[in-house]
């Protein structure tokens, strides 16, 4: 709204937003609620945007680009300075998604980027509760050509301390009744008051360094989708996985390679029963992407993960993966352990118990992160090989 307020009043008329087809279904979500088309810009077989493809789409109707960077995929946009400048070009503004803004406090900030609008989430970057948890805040920033647009009131400090100032004859005007979710921005303050520059910076390298260390202890049954080092996420293929004789025959007593035969859906739902969030299927639970994106898996371990936890939570990734190729069935049915579970389709064999009801409560039974082979039990996940560091 502010974009096309700063455009109206130079007397333009534009009405497309342009976005990136690895954005959270929220982007085209809100520019669509705010009066604008949506046209999608493809990404590369790398996961970056096609430069290409976002010059083509270029046109004098285009009000601006929306972009995360990071993006969904996980990857820092290493071309967004010329993204910026093709766009400005063109006469659009450059709009900043701060949802992965937890990869970059203290590093890069946006508008040495380009960026001309940002919206901030104070979820996950934060602290602050996201979705069910409670109330959620964006606060807006933008450069100083739009700062007269900016929604009311605007927190001015003059002689008698600060005070809401109204009196902004170009504002796009109110946007929530009494001064919007304040206890939310209040614990966002709190929180970055406590941490300070050199705290926030830290946080960030911590998320990164999380995400690259589970991305390298799962790659070798889990690949990266679009390799090398990620940023705050990962993103992990299923459908790449192959059972190799130095990983899963002597542990397994596998003749042959063999192929997973689960999907992504599947081996999440199963993470369900030892006791693990499951990660998001691509999109962020708002986009399922087509191809070979559609049985991928996001993971985003945050910062505030111990080595500890996060070793607990890789060795139930492989044990699901070992799961998988011995009981798929059993995983294709799961989550085993909860009220609500999955329906099946009629004459399905995924339906019928298994032989040994520990494997479908592992938490329960104590086959848990650190058990080993047991008469009954599930099996030691095999080993990784030895150079797999992160």
């Known amino acids: 709204m502010i974009i096309r307020a700063w455009f109206e009043s130079r007397g333009v008329k534009r009405d497309v937003i342009l976005i990136q087809d690895s954005a959270h279904g929220t ?3 809100s520019a669509s609620m705010a009066g604008y088309r949506c046209e999608m810009i493809r990404t590369t ?24 960077n990071p993006s969904t995929f996980g990857l820092f946009e290493r071309n967004i300075r010329e993204i910026a400048e093709r766009v400005h070009a063109n006469g659009s503004l450059l709009i900043y998604d701060g949802a992965n803004m937890n990869s970059l406090m203290g590093i890069v900030r946006p508008g040495d980027m380009g960026f001309d609008v940002l919206q901030l989430n104070t979820h996950k970057t934060f602290s602050t509760p996201h979705l069910s948890g409670g109330a959620g805040s964006g606060p807006c920033g933008v450069k100083a050509f739009l700062e007269p647009f900016l929604p009311i009131p605007v927190i ?3 002689a008698r301390g600060y005070f809401p100032d109204e009196d902004r004859p170009r504002s796009i005007g109110r946007m929530k009744s009494f001064y919007g979710h304040v206890g939310i921005l209040v614990r966002a303050y709190c929180y970055i008051l406590t941490c300070g520059p050199q705290g926030l910076r830290t946080a960030s390298e911590n ?3 999380n995400a690259n260390y589970v991305q390298a202890r799962l790659s070798p049954h889990l690949p990266a989708v679009f390799g090398g080092r990620c940023m705050h996420e990962c993103l992990l293929s299923t459908t790449k996985l192959q059972v190799s004789a130095f990983d899963f025959a002597k542990r397994l007593s596998l003749l042959s390679t063999t192929k997973l035969q689960v999907s992504a859906f599947d081996f999440a739902k199963r993470l369900i029963d030892h006791g693990v969030h499951p990660p998001t299927l691509v999109g ?4 399922y992407f087509p191809g070979h994106l559609r049985d991928a898996m996001l993971v985003e371990p945050t910062e505030t993960e111990t080595l500890e936890s996060l070793d607990r939570m890789i060795e ?14 059993m995983v294709r049915a799961a989550p085993h352990t909860r009220d609500v579970g999955k329906i099946l389709p009629s004459g399905s064999r995924d339906g019928q118990p298994a032989h040994d009801q520990s494997l479908r409560h592992p938490e329960q039974a104590g086959l848990g992160a650190n058990a080993t082979q047991g008469a009954a039990g599930t099996a030691r996940l095999p080993p990784e090989p030895s150079d797999d560091t992160a």
């Open 316 to 329: 139930k990734f492989l044990r699901v993966a070992r799961e998988a190729l011995e009981h798929p069935e």
């Open 45 to 68: 077989p790398e996961g970056l945007t096609d430069l290409d493809a976002l010059e083509a789409a270029l046109d004098d109707s285009v009000a601006a680009v929306m972009l995360t």
């Open 27 to 29: 982007n085209p979500a």
């Open 156 to 158: 001015r400090r003059g």
């Open 207 to 209: 998320a990164v360094l």
């Open 284 to 287: 962020a639970g708002c986009v």
